[in-house]
RNA sequence: GGCCCCUUCGUCUAAUGGUUAGGACACCGCCCUUUCACGGCGGCGAUACGGGUUCGAAUCCCGUAGGGGUCACCA
């Protein structure tokens, strides 16, 4: 049997890193087991849904370089939905409900107070006919839960958390339609994990309790429930899950110059026992991915550690793969010596105005006469071959100066700023006459 | 409050009753580089607490404390 996995987010908002989180995990789990991994819209609560955002989500998805297989829409479906209830209907296994979303916040509150679990109390099961009838004389009109068999404890084995065992009696019979007939998500989620024919459901362990709700409705449509898998939440660098991760959207990432990889890579194995280190694939990542390795405990997710990874993973970018994204005429040469020194590709820009722009950086009072010297010496040195150390063994000679008191002076009047790249790759692409001109430069 | 999950270096984790408690990231140091960074090498650093069980406990049991999730006519 061939993998299906799908990720299926509501387009009531962006994609952040705790979503993403999933979408990699099921689409490296698709690509290892060679299976198809799918992105379903879950967009049937349409007051929230906007259009915007599942243009968003598909732009995040190929940012990332996670292309689904497939894509459905649940508002497309809800023919499929209606019919999935009339077979639950005709079970005995649906029935109305009429209490207001104001009753039933009321029963919650008198349970909560008196210490007990706030389930639903199926007073809507003990009405009659004739209770329905002036119910409806009053003009209610029912909303439709799932009635869960409290015969059994509900039971699966999950792939991350192990075996797990629910009292149904513990879980409230879930509202699965509106008065006004629109869907709520539990049923629909069913209902198209069976139509796709998805075998694996990787999520967040913020869904365990609807999975023992959504086991029996499998089993009540007469299907096979899927594998699951519940993965442990991320928590802020604070240890809460704080405000500033919600705020982490992927605009948010890119704006820091997050490369796809260096994300991929971070949310991949972050929580795992996996070492979080720079790839130059999602290969690595593919081959390594095994739900054993994850843990169960809340990880704590840190941008600054995601920018360390991201600026490994800069220093090791082809030429071929930024070019694209590189200052117009920024050669191979100018990449390789800039590079390692780099926090992201855009920095890249800053520099390549070093290298080839102008700089005027006025040397200080003490440093006139190394750099004087340094002007005089341009014209003699050997620019085929290691100009910038045969400069600095003349200097060091002529000036007696060495170390930093001989560096950063240099550096300064050649390139305004106090460090960066290797000088020695550096200064063949400035070039004799500009970097003379930049030395007489400093002296003015 | 009920139910579920969790607690090992600062962080993510390994060690399925016997290990000098291992690795990765961070940090610190050294080397390289005639500065900074990059890179290479090394070092510091942990079993939440209290009771049991056992010859022996990070590992099993009980309790305490702490963290996360959930208990929606959100998904």
Redesign the pocket.
């Known amino acids: 049997m061939s993998v299906i996995t799908r990720f299926?987010?509501?387009p009531?908002g962006r994609l952040h890193v705790g979503n993403i989180r999933a979408a990699i995990h099921n689409w490296l789990f698709a690509r290892k087991n060679g299976g198809r991994f799918m992105l379903r819209i879950?967009?049937?609560?349409r007051a929230?849904?906007e259009e915007g955002f599942v243009e968003a989500i598909r732009a995040d998805l190929a940012w990332l370089g996670l292309s689904p297989d497939s894509e459905v829409r649940?508002s497309a479906r809800f023919a499929l939905y209606e019919a999935a209830l009339e077979r639950l209907h005709a079970a005995g296994r649906v029935y109305p409900?009429?209490?207001?979303?104001q009753?039933?916040?009321l029963?919650?509150k008198v349970?909560?107070g008196?210490?007990?679990?706030?389930?639903?109390d199926r007073a809507a099961l003990a009405l009659s006919d004739a209770d329905r009838e002036s119910l409806e004389a009053e003009g209610?009109s029912?909303?439709w839960?799932f009635k869960l068999d409290h015969g059994a404890p509900i039971t699966w084995d999950d792939l991350v958390?192990?075996?797990?065992?629910?009292?149904p009696a513990?879980?409230?019979d879930?509202?699965i339609r509106?008065?006004?007939g629109?869907?709520?998500?539990?049923l629909?989620?069913v209902v198209d994990d069976v139509d796709m024919g998805v075998t694996h459901v990787v999520r967040?362990?913020?869904?365990?309790?609807?999975t023992a709700v959504q086991v029996q409705m499998f089993a009540a449509l007469g299907a096979a429930s899927p594998a699951f898998a519940h993965e442990?939440?991320l928590?802020g660098?604070e240890?809460?899950?704080s405000k500033r991760m919600g705020s982490l959207d992927l605009d948010a990432l890119r704006a820091e110059g997050i490369e796809p990889l260096a994300l991929l890579a971070k949310l991949a194995?972050?929580?795992?026992?996996?070492?979080?280190?720079?790839v130059d694939s999602p290969e690595p990542l593919v081959a390594g991915f095994d739900f054993?390795?994850?843990?169960?405990?809340?990880?704590?997710?840190?941008v600054?550690?995601l920018k360390?990874?991201n600026?490994?993973i800069v220093?090791?970018l082809p030429y071929g793969s930024v070019a694209a994204r590189l200052p117009e005429g920024m050669s191979d040469a100018d990449w390789q010596a800039i590079?390692?020194?780099l926090k992201s590709v855009a920095e890249a820009a800053d520099w390549w105005a070093i290298l080839h722009g102008h700089v005027e950086a006025p040397a200080a009072p003490e440093d006139r006469d190394l750099i004087a010297a340094a002007a005089e010496a341009m014209e003699g040195l050997d620019w085929s071959g290691t100009p910038?150390?045969d400069l600095?063994?003349?200097?060091?000679?002529s000036t007696g100066?060495?170390?930093?008191a001989?560096?950063?002076p240099?550096?300064r009047a050649l390139t305004g700023?106090?460090?960066?790249?290797?000088?020695?790759a550096m200064l063949p692409l400035i070039g004799r006459d500009e970097a003379a001109s930049r030395l007489r430069a400093a002296l003015r």
């Open positions: 299926a987010p509501s009531t879950d967009d049937t609560d929230r849904s649940q409900a009429y209490e207001t979303a009753e039933l916040e029963k919650r349970a909560l008196r210490g007990l679990p706030p389930v639903y209610r029912p909303h839960r958390r192990g075996p797990q065992r629910f009292d513990l879980l409230s879930p509202v509106r008065e006004d629109s869907w709520l998500y539990m629909p989620s967040g362990e913020d869904h365990v309790a609807n442990a939440l928590v660098a240890g809460k899950l194995r972050i929580g795992t026992s996996l070492a979080v280190e720079p054993a390795t994850f843990g169960r405990a809340p990880a704590r997710f840190d600054e550690e360390g990874l600026a490994r220093h090791q590079r390692p020194n910038w150390a600095v063994a003349g200097l060091k000679a100066r060495a170390g930093k001989l560096f950063l240099l550096r700023r106090d460090s960066g790249p290797e000088m020695a």
